[in-house]
């Protein structure tokens, strides 16, 4: 069987350097019909979005998905909050998660897997600003040492 064609809509660029990546979740998004086409079109923005646990289900809120450009009076609002489809074990093993202080669910991509819409969400605890500076000299060191065996052509 030929592996799951992914197309990558949207990525969320902070959530690695925001927050500690514990567990991600695969989920389903319940979209209107212009969502999907303005979707195609690349046009979504993960900006202080979230998700969180309502009435036993996962909502995500905060993503902005613009307006179709072709639509009419009917287009979609963009900051509407929008239901995820999980299984039903899933759902309760992140409530009892999220009920834990310190954790919290991030979304991660948005991406098309055989046609339909998928939402990467991630079981997440914040970073303290002392981790992020340190991961980001972590990281420039990293590049320099690359950079300097690159200039003595040395393979890493």
């Known amino acids: 069987m030929p592996k799951s064609e992914q197309k990558q809509i949207a990525h969320n660029r902070k959530a690695r350097h925001n927050y500690e990546i514990l567990e991600t979740y695969e989920a389903g998004i ?50 509407r909050d929008r239901k995820l489809l999980m299984h039903r074990n899933e759902i309760r093993r992140l409530i009892g998660k999220t009920k834990e202080t310190g954790f919290t669910l991030v979304p991660l991509q948005l991406y098309f897997k055989n046609g339909k819409v998928k939402v990467e969400l991630a079981l997440a605890k914040g970073k303290k600003q002392y981790d992020k500076r340190q991961a980001l000299a972590k990281k420039e060191a990293d590049r320099e040492t690359r950079r300097l065996f690159k200039a003595h052509r040395v393979p890493v």
């Open 30 to 79: 319940m979209l209107a019909g212009t969502e999907v086409k303005s979707l195609r079109d690349g046009r979504a923005n993960f900006k202080d979005s979230y998700a969180a646990v309502r009435n036993e289900e996962i909502w995500l809120y905060g993503m902005h998905i613009s307006p179709y450009s072709h639509g009419n009076i009917n287009n979609h609002n963009p900051e």
